[in-house]
């Protein structure tokens, strides 16, 4: 079962799909992408593709660390993402080689269904509450939200009330029977995050993700002196390596590894692992596409420490295209009383509409973040 052929189809609103096929038929599809990065990212798939024609797709632990080690240069988002997305292909070969679900393969089920959440929005507290409770009408258990927009190094009180005021009226909205998360986006920098930290205890928070920037992890300590919220981050960290002196330094709660940019399926269980050992809960950062999620439920079906998935349906992100719409069959990812039942068909579980994506990919995209800038001209974080 050699690889033969490799294709790469840029499809919006802002994902990259991979389409590995062996030389006796099998077709595997993978999400090699960074946010705002994709044509680079795609270059980096085309020049490992060099190196993967006619190598044996079962391979796929050699296959990985050939990719990662072979380079003196390693790691990294580009880099890393692209080695992600041709991980998630190959594990989609072998479980459909084999007529079973990846996560047979990594030591089979371990839970019947698993619990999501979903991205609510509103820039005013009203709105924000409202957004809210149609998710929760929707049937989710768990809501997650920003928690400002842009903000200083050191910030006004003012902000840091109309920051808590529009949390506190979802909270309100919800009850504190939903799971409700709030997402730092590492705009916020040390000396706020401990403010705001502190200012939010009273909401009962599921977690607060990413309160500081991942090169500024080692803040972590003592911000968690200031909360009893658990913390969440590592959406940004890629590979073990990069989450080793995260979980050594006990300053995390939730770890979010993204399966499209820490190096794949099988890392992303090596790095759940590694955090069972330190009694670190797992919660796969998901803001992508569907080859992303559905990778990132076959780590969750055998990973005990999962607790809750990430996923876009109707996320901001998804402008004219949504999760759903490259799949053949959408009730794969259907939504019940907050969680999603365990896939069984093999591979990734997912049938790609093919035709759909190539004429997508003829359209493709050119998303990028948008850059923020403070009052005084200066750049902020996004």
């Given at each position: 079962?050699?690889?033969?052929?490799?294709?790469?189809?840029k499809?919006?609103?802002?994902?990259?799909?991979?389409?590995i096929?062996?030389?006796?038929?099998?077709?595997?599809?993978?999400?090699?992408?960074?946010?705002?990065?994709?044509?680079?990212?795609?270059?980096?798939v085309?020049?490992?593709?060099?190196?993967?024609?006619?190598?044996?797709?079962?391979?796929?632990?050699?296959?990985?660390?050939?990719?990662?080690?072979?380079?003196?240069?390693?790691?990294?988002?580009?880099?890393?993402?692209?080695?992600?997305?041709?991980?998630?292909?190959?594990?989609?070969?072998?479980?459909?080689?084999?007529?079973v679900?990846?996560?047979?393969?990594?030591?089979?089920?371990?839970?019947?269904?698993?619990?999501?959440?979903?991205?609510?929005?509103g820039?005013?507290?009203?709105?924000?509450?409202?957004?809210?409770?149609?998710?929760?009408?929707?049937?989710?258990?768990?809501?997650?939200?920003?928690?400002?927009?842009d903000?200083?190094?050191?910030?006004?009180?003012?902000k840091?009330?109309?920051?808590?005021?529009?949390?506190?009226?979802?909270?309100?909205?919800i009850?504190?029977?939903?799971?409700?998360?709030?997402?730092?986006?590492?705009?916020?920098?040390?000396?706020?995050?401990?403010?705001?930290?502190?200012?939010?205890?009273?909401?009962?928070?599921?977690?607060?993700?990413?309160?500081?920037?991942?090169?500024?992890?080692?803040?972590?300590?003592?911000?968690?002196?200031?909360?009893?919220?658990?913390?969440?981050?590592?959406?940004?960290?890629?590979?073990?390596?990069?989450?080793?002196?995260?979980?050594?330094?006990?300053?995390?709660?939730?770890i979010?590894?993204?399966?499209?940019?820490?190096?794949?399926i099988?890392?992303?269980?090596?790095?759940?692992?590694?955090?069972?050992?330190?009694?670190?809960?797992?919660?796969?950062?998901?803001?992508l596409?569907?080859?992303?999620?559905?990778?990132?439920?076959?780590?969750?079906?055998?990973?005990?420490?999962?607790?809750?998935?990430?996923?876009?349906?109707?996320?901001?992100y998804?402008?004219?295209?949504?999760?759903?719409?490259?799949?053949?069959?959408?009730?794969?990812?259907?939504?019940e009383d907050?969680?999603?039942?365990?896939?069984?068909?093999?591979?990734?579980?997912?049938?790609?509409?093919?035709?759909?994506?190539?004429?997508?990919?003829?359209?493709?995209?050119?998303?990028?973040?948008?850059?923020?800038?403070?009052?005084?001209?200066?750049?902020?974080?996004?």
């Open positions: 079962m050699k690889i033969a052929k490799l294709e790469l189809f499809v919006p609103p802002r994902w990259l799909f991979l389409k096929t062996t030389d006796d038929g099998v077709e595997g599809w993978g999400e090699p992408v960074v946010e705002g990065r994709a044509e680079t990212v795609k270059t980096a085309t020049e490992m593709g060099e190196y993967l024609i006619g190598q044996d797709a079962s391979r796929i632990e050699d296959i990985w660390q050939t990719l990662y080690r072979s380079g003196f240069y390693r790691g990294g988002p580009v880099l890393t993402s692209a080695i992600s997305g041709i991980d998630q292909a190959l594990w989609d070969i072998k479980g459909k080689s084999l007529g679900p990846v996560y047979d393969l990594l030591g089979g089920a371990v839970r019947d269904k698993m619990r999501v959440y979903s991205w609510i929005g820039d005013k507290a009203t709105e924000a509450a409202e957004h809210a409770r149609q998710r929760v009408a929707a049937g989710y258990s768990a809501l997650k939200m920003n928690a400002t927009a903000f200083e190094w050191i910030d006004s009180a003012l840091v009330q109309e920051a808590v005021e529009r949390i506190a009226a979802v909270r309100e909205a009850g504190n029977g939903v799971g409700l998360a709030v997402d730092f986006h590492g705009r916020i920098h040390r000396g706020m995050a401990k403010v705001l930290a502190k200012e939010l205890d009273p909401y009962k928070l599921l977690f607060i993700e990413e309160p500081v920037l991942p090169e500024n992890n080692e803040a972590l300590i003592e911000l968690a002196r200031h909360t009893s919220t658990p913390i969440a981050t590592g959406e940004r960290l890629y590979t073990r390596w990069g989450f080793k002196s995260l979980l050594t330094s006990g300053a995390v709660d939730i979010q590894p993204d399966l499209s940019h820490t190096g794949g099988w890392e992303g269980r090596k790095i759940a692992a590694m955090a069972e050992a330190f009694d670190v809960a797992v919660a796969p950062h998901c803001p596409g569907p080859l992303t999620l559905a990778s990132s439920l076959q780590l969750d079906f055998c990973t005990p420490n999962a607790f809750i998935q990430e996923q876009s349906l109707e996320i901001h998804n402008q004219h295209t949504d999760l759903l719409d490259y799949l053949v069959d959408p009730s794969i990812f259907k939504y907050g969680f999603v039942a365990r896939p069984t068909k093999p591979g990734l579980g997912v049938e790609i509409n093919e035709d759909r994506v190539r004429e997508a990919a003829r359209a493709g995209h050119q998303w990028h973040n948008p850059i923020w800038r403070n009052a005084d001209g200066s750049i902020t974080e996004w």
